[in-house]
């Protein structure tokens, strides 16, 4: 069956739309290092930005490198993050992450895919936010918002995750892969939200496929 996408030439007009409505799109977890970046993007699974902004600072003030965090006592890191979803799964997973850095990586975080993938809780999506993010390696990590509005707007037409991943890659140019990430998240929180998006006040409406269908 044929895809049902966009044409090539309507992407840089979504692109200049969203960056209308989201001249401030950017990473929305508070971090001051790669470190600190790793471990609120591990944090961030399954919970907001928000509620993972809320806990890190008396994480990072109490554990502020990977060496202190690495010593910490777990029912001292699950008190400080009780507040966020699978704090104690999250807990264990950051403590072992950082002692994994120490040991084997000189306590820096690593810039490698393959390398960001053997630490415990890093899956490809946070692999690929850290990638981005830290060290501005063009990637597009794809979350349950990256997903939905890249298909809705048709950017994509895929069935899962990966494929999107894919897709977006190839429909995209590698220089804007990492902004229009940021993009497609700010509009899936802000106005293209799971339920009732907000279409009527959408700037790419009469681009979107999913509006127009
Ligand atoms: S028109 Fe509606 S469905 Fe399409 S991108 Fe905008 S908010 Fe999402």
């Known amino acids: 069956m044929k895809k049902k ?7 840089e007009d979504v692109m200049n739309m969203l960056l209308k409505m989201y001249p401030e799109a ?27 902004n809320k806990v890190t600072p008396g994480l990072f003030k ?12 777990l029912s001292d890191v699950e008190s400080i993050i009780k507040k966020i979803g ?33 630490l415990p809780g890093v899956g490809r999506k946070t692999a690929n936010v850290v990638l981005a993010e830290a060290f501005g390696i063009p990637r597009i990590a794809v979350d349950t918002h990256v997903f939905r509005v890249g298909n809705r707007i048709g950017l994509v037409d895929e069935k899962d995750v990966l494929g999107t991943e894919k897709a977006l890659m190839k429909r995209l140019p590698e220089n804007k892969w990492i902004i229009f ?14 339920r009732n998006p907000k279409c009527e006040t959408c700037l790419i409406k009469d681009i979107c496929l999913e509006y127009n269908k």
Do not use: M, W
């Open 62 to 73: 109490k554990y502020p490198g990977p060496q202190e965090l690495a010593e910490a006592n």
């Open 5 to 11: 996408i966009i044409d090539e030439n309507k992407i």
């Open 86 to 118: 699978l704090y104690r799964t999250k807990s264990k997973n950051i403590i072992n992450l950082s002692k994994k850095l120490c040991e084997e990586f000189e306590c820096q975080v690593p810039d490698s895919y393959e390398e960001l993938i053997t």
């Open 26 to 52: 950017s990473c929305e977890l508070n971090h001051g290092s790669k470190f600190e970046l790793l471990i609120a993007v591990v944090l961030s699974a399954q919970t907001t930005d928000v509620s993972v």
């Open 181 to 194: 990430h940021h993009l497609l998240i700010f509009h899936g929180r802000r106005c293209c939200t799971a």
